[in-house]
């Protein structure tokens, strides 16, 4: 199994930094926690490219392009 830390970063970061995870995790997303370490959103490469093409900020905050209602299964 895959270390959790490479999917995950914090709701506060900015989208850049959800881009540098992204891209080290070699599998185009990452989820976001709260200050409670609570899966809270998800994002994908899509929702990164949607919002550059929108022109948004790269230190905008990761949550205002997350994916709050998602689905997950526990193994």
Excluded at 65 to 72: A, E, G, L, R, Y
Aim: net charge neutral; proline share 0%.
């Amino acid at each position: 199994m895959k270390d959790i830390k490479k999917f995950i970063i914090s709701d506060k970061h900015s989208l850049k930094d959800a881009i540098k995870k992204i891209e080290s995790n070699h599998l185009g997303f990452v989820l976001t926690c709260d200050e409670n370490n609570a899966i809270n959103a998800f994002i994908t490469d899509g929702d990164v490219r949607r919002a550059l093409i929108k022109d948004s900020s790269l230190d905008q905050n990761v949550s205002e392009f997350s994916n709050k209602d998602f689905i997950f299964a526990h193994k």
